[in-house]
């Protein structure tokens, strides 16, 4: 499991201009969900991200409105074919422009937006690390001596420091992601955790600390190969699955496997291949939850099984289906 702290910058991003987008939120939050992630979080910045949200927004839709198409056109143009396409084009971009604003205002308002959803689920699942007064007046001090994070006009990156440093565990590693560069980054080496910092963390007497400055690099560097939030899910729920140490979790694996429609080649060989070699799956073999959905994402699949592996799949799961359909064309007639 991987333990991770975003600052308020990150999550305010995804309300303006990113070359992050939601998807990547999305794959966060699956990762939250199947505790692949322990997400901290503190009262400070679920306030800073309150605060900032609405100027944020209103920022972006300042720029957004701020883009202009030509509405005007040289009288030579009008000779042309590709004149009337252009002007049919700018029509219909200014009604989905005008419907988009209008759909949008209203999830601003209601604070349905994607990203609300998405980060408002990310705030409910993380741990909170409790805000009191030592750690304010920690954080003051830091910032009247001079030391980052902070500065005399704001104290809420200092009380986060405080915070991290204060509760996090000293045996786990902290993967931590921030756009603010100028209270953390190293002056000499873009990417890395300022000097100063990483000293007095390491001082602390904590494990190692992992410095990002975007979410998609921690994903991407964590979870290479997964492109899409859909194709994270369904990893994490095989291995899930493939994992089970119980019966109930091996339940509990399956009702969120059952949700998937799609499963490649190689996914359903990982699947057969936990069912025919985790004793917490094949013990209960017959329970209708298990072999319903194991029959049901075999079916016309074989053919992506060597016959070694079919093989133990049917003497496990299908034998007794068999074993039934003898016994019922054995039955007398009256």
Excluded at 279 to 286: E, L, R, T
Excluded at 298 to 327: Q, W
Aim: proline share 2%.
């Amino acid at each position: 499991m991987k333990h991770l702290f975003i600052d308020t910058n990150i999550y305010l991003t995804f309300y303006h201009f990113s070359s992050d987008d939601l998807e990547e939120l999305k794959k966060l939050l699956v990762a939250v969900d199947n505790r692949k992630i322990k997400l901290y979080i503190t009262k400070q910045v679920i306030n800073e991200f309150r605060r900032n949200r609405e100027a944020k927004i209103a920022d972006a839709l300042k720029i957004f409105n701020s883009q202009k198409l030509p509405d005007q056109f040289p009288q030579i143009c009008k000779a042309y074919a590709e004149y009337n396409t252009l002007r049919e084009l700018l029509r219909l971009f200014s009604n989905a422009r005008t419907q988009l604003l209008d759909a949008l205002k209203s999830d601003i308002d209601s604070n349905e937006c994607g990203a609300d959803i998405i980060i408002n689920g990310l705030f409910d699942k993380a741990n909170l690390l409790e805000l009191g007064d030592d750690a304010i007046e920690a954080a003051k001090n830091r910032v009247s001596l001079g030391n980052p994070p902070g500065s005399n006009s704001s104290y809420g990156d200092a009380i986060n420091w405080e915070l991290l440093l204060k509760y996090f565990p000293d045996d786990k590693e902290l993967y931590f992601i921030t756009e603010d560069i100028k209270d953390y980054s190293s002056k000499i080496e873009k990417g890395r955790l300022s000097e100063f910092l990483s000293i007095e963390w390491q001082e602390k007497g904590k494990s190692t600390l992992h410095y990002y400055t975007k979410l998609s690099d921690f994903l991407h560097n964590e979870f290479p190969n997964i492109d899409l939030a859909s194709e994270l899910e369904k990893e994490l729920a095989i291995n899930s699955f493939a994992n089970s140490s119980s019966f109930s979790s091996t339940k509990s694996a399956i009702r969120k496997l059952a949700k998937i429609t799609d499963f490649s080649d190689s996914a359903i060989i990982e699947i057969i291949e936990a069912a025919t070699t985790n004793n917490q799956i094949y013990w209960i073999h017959s329970d209708s939850i298990v072999k319903n959905f194991l029959l049901g994402i075999i079916k016309g699949r074989e053919d992506a099984l060597d016959s070694n592996l079919l093989e133990e799949f049917n003497r496990i799961y299908r034998e007794d289906v068999e074993a039934d359909s003898t016994e019922e064309e054995d039955l007398p007639f009256d």
